[in-house]
């Protein structure tokens, strides 16, 4: 595994902005409550038909860093978000494309992505 990128929408003095990797932790009140959406992918479809795949390994890895920030608030959003045998190459990936409206919509979602 190695770096982990935690990206939501939030609003700052008025402006949208996108957030990456906070430098210092921000206070939080019990009703503070951070939706974390995982998404998934894996280029090919090899080993895709296997019990436990790629898929499986990567959604599990961010499941265990949201539990690990939960004093934070925050929580696993319990759809999958996977996409499987779609490159990255192309924005053209159809659990993307159901993931990006609701981090747009909902300014409480963040979305985890480990590669």
């Not at 939706?35 to 998934?40: L, P, V």
């Not at 860093?65 to 934070?72: A, C, F, G, V």
């Amino acid at each position: 595994m190695e770096r982990v990128y935690v990206l939501r929408e939030y609003r700052s003095a008025g402006k949208n902005r996108m957030s990456g990797p906070k430098r210092h932790q921000p206070t939080v009140t019990p009703a503070t409550i951070v939706r974390c959406a995982i998404y998934t992918r894996k280029s090919t479809e090899e080993g895709l038909e296997q019990e436990f795949n790629s898929l499986m390994a990567q959604r599990e890895a961010a499941e265990a860093y949201i539990l690990s920030q939960r004093e934070l608030g925050w929580t696993v959003v319990p759809q999958a978000y996977d996409d499987g045998g779609f490159s990255g190459g192309s924005m053209e990936r159809p659990a993307l494309k159901l993931l990006r409206p609701m981090l747009r919509l909902d300014g409480s979602t963040a979305s985890l992505y480990i590669r």
